[in-house]
């Protein structure tokens, strides 16, 4: 009789801790974490894009700034060039 009492408890304790036991996680949950991972990747992509594209236009606007400034000096010293032979004659 003790021995099935024991068996009794011992099966009750077992059933307790087993239930206790974490349950799995279902794997549903993890589909649309790697889609909102995708969707930030490609938003990062996006930016690193525009901010490339922003660095270019800025290159060249420098450098067309550049360009204008060196006809402008050029233009200038053609005007003054006459007027320094208009001196001489």
Same mark, same amino acid.
């Given at each position: 009789?003790? &021995? /099935?009492?024991?068996? /009794?408890?011992?099966? /009750?304790? #077992? !059933?307790?801790?087993?239930?206790? !036991?974490?349950?799995?996680?279902? $794997?549903?949950?993890? !589909?649309?974490?790697?889609?909102?991972?995708?969707?930030?990747?490609?938003?990062?992509?996006?930016?690193?894009?525009? *901010?490339? +594209? &922003? @660095?270019?236009? &800025?290159?060249? $606007?420098?450098?067309?700034? @550049?360009?204008? @400034? %060196?006809?402008?000096? =050029?233009? #200038? %010293? *053609?005007? !003054?060039?006459? =007027?320094?032979? +208009? %001196? *001489? #004659?």
């Amino acid at each position: 009789m003790t &021995k /099935l009492l024991a068996v /009794l408890i011992a099966g /009750l304790f #077992s !059933a307790a801790v087993f239930a206790q !036991a974490t349950p799995a996680t279902p $794997a549903t949950p993890a !589909a649309p974490a790697a889609k909102a991972e995708v969707k930030a990747d490609a938003k990062k992509e996006e930016k690193a894009a525009a *901010k490339t +594209e &922003k @660095k270019e236009e &800025k290159a060249a $606007a420098k450098t067309e700034k @550049k360009a204008d @400034k %060196k006809v402008a000096k =050029k233009d #200038s %010293k *053609k005007a !003054a060039a006459p =007027k320094a032979e +208009e %001196k *001489k #004659s």
